[in-house]
C-alpha cells in the first residue's frame, strides 16, 4: 500500500518526467512520442518504476528501449534539476513499457 507521501511523488516524477521527454524527444529518441503511464516508488523513495507508452512513427517500441536505457543517466541529471528543490535524493529510474493499449486493443478485436 502506497502512502501519501509516496503517491505525490510519483505524481510529481511522472510529470516532470513527461515534460523531459517532451524536449528530448527529437535529441534522443528519433521523434517518437514518449508518454509516461505509470510511476511507482519504492517504499524507501529509491527506485522509480516507470512505466511508459511509445508511438514512433519509424521504428517499433522495443528499439527506443535501449535508447532509453543509454541516456539513463542524463534523464536523471535532469529530473534532479527539476526536482532538487523539493527532494533530497532523485530515486534511480527503471524503465518499463506498458503494454496495456495493446492489450486493450487486442481484446477489442477479439470481441469484434
Known amino acids: 500500500m502506497e ?24 535529441e534522443f529518441f528519433n521523434n517518437a512520442m514518449i508518454t509516461v503511464t505509470i510511476v ?15 508511438f514512433s512513427p519509424k521504428e517499433k517500441s522495443e528499439n527506443i528501449m535501449p535508447l532509453l536505457n543509454a541516456h539513463k543517466t542524463e534523464i536523471r541529471h535532469q529530473l534532479a534539476l527539476k526536482l532538487g528543490k523539493q527532494l533530497r535524493v532523485v530515486p534511480s529510474l527503471e524503465f ?17
Open 40 to 54: 511507482r516508488i519504492s517504499p524507501d523513495l529509491s527506485v522509480a518504476k516507470v512505466f511508459l507508452s511509445i
Open 96 to 112: 518499463f513499457l506498458d503494454d496495456s493499449l495493446d492489450y486493450i486493443e487486442n481484446i477489442d478485436k477479439l470481441l469484434k
Open 3 to 26: 502512502t501519501t507521501r509516496q503517491n505525490k511523488i510519483c505524481r510529481l516524477i511522472q510529470k516532470d518526467l513527461s515534460e523531459i521527454f517532451q524536449l528530448k524527444t527529437r
